[in-house]
């Protein structure tokens, strides 16, 4: 008898089993997905830099005197706003200045009168012409050398300099009481309104960077209104202080709430790419990166992708395992691994 039962313990085994493998996939595990289908659309690009406020090239003028002069009193500060011909310092002309214009001045007044005297005798035929000739070149001498001492101003002894236009001191580089050589800067004035920014690119995007390309800026401590800029400048070296590249962008208009020093953040429009979208709730992240789960044949696929442009619940993504034809999962991704049953919702 044994035998017997151990033939028929051994078909109910074989029976089972092909059973088992004759059983429906429906036994296996599987996820209820929402899914959208893959878009294609152009996404504005925006590049977010920061850096600082100041004068704009071309728009600064050193203050200067060709003459030696003394300080007498500063009347502003660096980083005061000033207007046109509003009062600056008061200096004094140098002595060494003054006895040249004092000579000068002496000097003309004879060559007059000796001009005079030789005319006179020249009327009684008691000088030649050539003399009178020689008189009228020494005058003319004189006077050109007292119009160029006057040009340089050492006739003046006090005096009070203003403001050559609206500006704003950037910096004062004296003393009251200090003595200056003739062309020795005294301060540097920026013409007011006259802005830019230079702001720092990290390198790997200092090429998509162009001259002309719009920006808005604002301080980076408020969120206040933004003021509107143009690239100017696309520097070719890494500035070595902040290894980043330098981009200048000139204000547009009326720069309110910016000032000279201010640091900003800038949003630089780099236009429209077009490229592959998807819902934010699409895309994971893990140890591996991003990546998202598409279906295929009723299973999902598994694709790593780089997330790139964001805008609001709308990122743009690449792989090179993306499928345009399939559907990406927005919902229920959290439950899936590769491979898995899908089973989408609405079917």
């Known amino acids: 008898m044994k035998p017997i039962v151990m033939l028929l313990t051994l078909a109910m085994t074989m029976n089972l089993a092909q059973a088992a ?46 003459r030696p002069v003394r300080i007498l009193r500063l009347l502003v500060a ?21 006895a040249a214009y004092r000579q000068a001045e002496s000097a003309e007044i004879f060559a007059r009168g000796e001009l005079k005297r030789v005319e006179d005798l020249a009327a009684q035929q008691l000088a030649t012409q050539s003399q009178v000739a020689l008189a009228r070149k020494s005058l003319q001498d004189a006077q050109a050398t007292l119009a160029a001492q006057e040009k340089l101003g050492a006739g003046l002894h006090e005096q009070t300099v203003k403001a050559p236009f609206d500006a704003l001191v950037v910096a004062i580089s004296v003393q009251q009481g200090d003595r200056l050589q003739p062309g020795a800067s005294i301060m540097q004035l920026a ?18 960077v162009r001259t002309g390309m719009p920006i808005q800026l604002a301080s ?12 100017s400048k696309v520097f070719g070296a890494i500035n070595a202080h902040t290894r980043l590249v330098d981009v200048e962008a000139l204000l547009q ?36 990166g991003a990546y998202l789960f598409q279906v295929r044949d009723g299973h999902a696929k598994r694709v790593e992708v780089t997330v790139g442009v964001e805008n609001g619940d709308t990122v743009a993504v690449t792989g090179s395992g993306l499928d345009s034809r399939l559907k990406v999962v927005v919902l229920g991704n959290y ?11 609405g079917k």
């Open 21 to 66: 493998m004759a059983a429906p996939a429906g036994n296996e595990a599987s996820v209820l997905v929402k899914t959208e289908a893959l878009r294609s659309q152009t996404m504005a690009e925006t590049l977010t830099v920061y850096g600082t406020v100041m004068p704009a090239t071309g728009a600064t003028e050193n203050l200067s005197f060709p």
């Open 78 to 98: 660096p980083g005061q706003v000033v207007r046109h011909d509003e009062p600056l310092l008061e200096l004094v002309t140098e002595a060494t200045a003054t």
């Open 191 to 208: 013409k007011s309104g006259a802005l830019r920014a230079l702001l720092g690119v990290e390198p790997e995007d200092a090429s998509r």
């Open 220 to 231: 980076v401590f408020t969120t206040g209104e933004m003021v509107n800029a143009k690239v």
């Open 253 to 288: 208009g009326q720069a309110d709430g910016l000032l000279s020093g201010m640091q900003v953040r800038g949003l630089i429009d780099l236009g429209g790419r077009k490229c592959w979208v998807v819902s934010r709730s699409a895309v994971l992240q893990d140890g591996h």
């Open 335 to 345: 439950e899936l691994q590769d491979g898995m049953i899908v089973r989408e919702a």
